[in-house]
């Protein structure tokens, strides 16, 4: 059984940066990262294939990095110059392809549990 487990999250100004983990028992397929907002439907935020070659949501790009360390079988998504809008609780994910990871929920078979951000202005 694979499991997913994140870390990381908290509540900053926004302008400020956090940076989540994710633990993963087999990080062999794409990993990304989704986000859900109150009310708001899960929407991904980045990927990142066995290959190390990442990919990002515009809403994201220039502000966060994703990355892995598969010695550690460890995700990160390294957030910086937050706004209130990046509030939600972001999940990583581990899906079945290898390479053209794509931000699309069914790609995912396993998640975490989730963890939360808070961004004040």
């Known amino acids: 059984q694979v499991q997913l487990v994140e870390s990381g999250g908290g509540s900053v100004q926004a302008g400020g940066s956090l940076r989540l983990s994710c633990v993963a028992s087999?990080?062999?397929?794409?990993m990304a990262w989704f986000r859900q907002a109150p009310g708001r439907e899960r929407e991904g935020v980045a990927t990142i294939d066995v290959d190390g070659v990442p990919n990002y949501a515009n809403f994201v790009k220039g502000r966060f990095t994703i990355s892995k360390d598969n010695a550690k079988n460890t995700l990160y998504l390294q957030m910086t110059s937050l706004k209130p809008e990046d509030t939600a609780t972001y999940y990583c994910?581990?899906?079945?392809?290898?390479?053209?990871?794509?931000?699309?929920?069914?790609?995912?078979?396993?998640w975490g549990q989730g963890t939360q951000v808070t961004v004040s202005s």
């Open positions: 087999d990080s062999s397929y794409c």
């Open positions: 994910a581990l899906g079945r392809a290898w390479r053209l990871c794509r931000r699309q929920i069914p790609e995912y078979d396993y």
